[in-house]
Nanobody, 124 residues
Framework: VQLQASGGGLVQAGGSLRLSCTAS????????MGWHRQAPGKQREMVAT?????????ADTVKGRVTISRHSAESTVTVTLQMYSLKPEDSAVYYC?????????????????WGQGTQVTVSS
């Protein structure tokens, strides 16, 4: 599975940004997809996730300000993170991720894939 992220950039506090992540290759095995973020000196944290059936989960720090959605096409799956009312503390490198579950021989194997990070900077 290859993940290609786009979006991000510099925005003023209170502004909006949209991040997109397109998965290709092996998408039949995709399960949950989502976004994590990592600020300097901090651990990577979950921002939002979405299951194959569209069930969403949000970190408390972003709940009400972020919407995650998922769209499947013939050979790709795209996850979009729409962020509103951004705060300086939302500044971080944002990473999309995807969980897969596939049959390898007689065994089910779970794997996690990460896209390249995209910088989000919110100025005060």
């Amino acid at each position: 599975v290859q993940l290609q992220a786009s979006g991000g950039g510099l925005v003023q506090a209170g502004g909006s940004l949209r991040l997109s992540c397109t998965a290709s290759g092996g998408i039949a095995s995709l399960n949950n997809m989502g976004w994590h973020r990592q600020a300097p000196g901090k651990q990577r944290e979950m921002v939002a996730t979405i299951t194959k059936s569209g069930v969403t989960e949000y970190a408390d720090t972003v709940k009400g300000r972020v919407t995650i959605s998922r769209h499947s096409a013939e050979s790709t799956v795209t996850v979009t993170l729409q962020m509103y009312s951004l705060k300086p503390e939302d500044s971080a490198v944002y990473y999309c991720d995807a969980d897969t579950l596939g049959l390898v021989g007689d065994s089910w194997v779970a794997q996690k894939y990460w896209g390249q990070g995209t910088q989000v900077t919110v100025s005060s």
